[in-house]
């Protein structure tokens, strides 16, 4: 259930058992007070008192001749109170209570005769200037009960409002806390998982099996830290991969430079001493510089490439026609590296858009490897082109060992280099010249891939642009 509609029903169902609860405790305290009320309900003003209120309207209160008109009242069973500043006079020696005579002060009688009933009690009275004269027909204690009745019905809703208040506030605490403590679980669990995050643990998911929106939240949380152990091991690797390669490069340059100082020691000391051996060791000594130069170039190749600051110039291109000028082009560098290259299916009008330099970079790259680790006697190259519906594949083998199956899939990360790379032929490898293809091709919206096949196998795969 999503948190706002959690909400809503809690407030339901709060407002519905508050209300519940007034019911209870209101009929309750009524029950409990009802034995306390006047039995004499009846409410009827008696027969009489339109007669007593004739009575009292035409008595002359000049003589005070209260004896009289209370015989005259008597006939109707009406007992007579007279005040007079909020003080009885009349009946003198029958005192009336206390609670009949502050009815009395308080009544607001009007010039004339005013007859109420009240719990069963007729109650007739008037004001007649200074006095206060009431004729009440019923017991006497009835004033009382009025009273009594009055100060009850205050006292039970007093009461009822007092243990209402209370159980609606603790039935709010009560669902308050519910509410928290289902919210607050799944926001524990993901503060668990910060902590344990900055701890470096990365492996621990957030365990939450609500059904509302903190799920997503959580999973999403623990994708990010999926995301963020596989990064870490990534890097570590990359870490690792960075180290064996400084190491590998640290050898790879040293090799060559050793002997270049050599033969310039050589040189120097004299002894090449004729023409021949000074040339052949100043051929040596060329050719090793431009070793570590090829190396060194690769490496900032390779930091081009990651920076993203080596962006392509792609042209609309035949890559069958590409591909036969780079054969021809390289041809007699590679017989002289005792490698043979050759065309097997180029067919034009096979048209891509590439940036030819980067691509001539990745054959490059591309027959460099097979030289350096094709291990084969006599080492054949060959190169095919073709189209496959809205692709089209160049593809580079070689008549080599290959690579063990389990190394296939490492062949294109950075830095990898295999267990057999330091003897190989032609020297080691920096573990950069097959990622840096992966790079160029992918720029170019492409795929590449490799399969043992009698040999190493190639493939790249280019969208294919608008024949000519």
Known sequence: MKIKNKILLSSSLMMLLSLITLLVVGGFVIRSFSGAFSDDSVNIVNKNAFAVEDQLASFDVTGERWESLEESLGQYRYELYVTRNNEVVFPVEDQAPKEIANFLSTGNWMEEPRTINIAGITIVGTRAGEYTITAIHGKRAGVANIHRNIQVILKSFLLIGIAAIAIILLISQIFTNWLIKRIMRPVNALTAGANRIVQ?????????????????????????????????????????????MIAGISHDLRTPLTSVKGYIKGLRDGV???????????????????????????????????????????????????????????QTELSQREAVINVEQAELGHFVSIDTEQMNRVLTNLIDNSIKYARAGSLDLSISVWREKESVHLCVADNGQGAPD????????????????RGSRGGGGSGLGLNIVKHIIEAHGGTVSARNENGLVVDMILPAGKEG
Do not use: H
């Not at 570590?292 to 390779?302: N, V």
């Not at 600051?309 to 036969?324: A, I, K, W, Y």
């Not at 389990?406 to 790379?421: C, I, P, T, Y």
């Open 200 to 244: 470096g643990n990365l492996s621990e998911p957030v365990v939450y099996e609500g059904k509302d929106e903190m799920t997503a939240v959580c999973a999403t949380f623990n994708g990010m830290q999926a995301y963020l152990l596989e990064e870490r091991q990534r890097n570590a690797s990359y870490e690792k991969a960075r180290t064996d």
């Open 272 to 330: 090449a001493a004729t023409p021949e051996k000074q040339e052949q060791y100043l051929s040596i000594a060329y050719n090793k510089a431009c070793e570590m130069d090829t190396l060194l170039q690769k490496l900032f190749y390779y930091s081009k490439l990651q920076t993203g600051n080596l962006p392509l110039e792609l042209n609309r291109e035949d890559l069958g026609q590409f591909v036969r000028k780079y054969v021809r082009q390289n």
């Open 406 to 421: 389990e190394q296939l899939s490492n062949l294109f990360v950075q830095f990898w280099r295999g267990d057999e790379a």
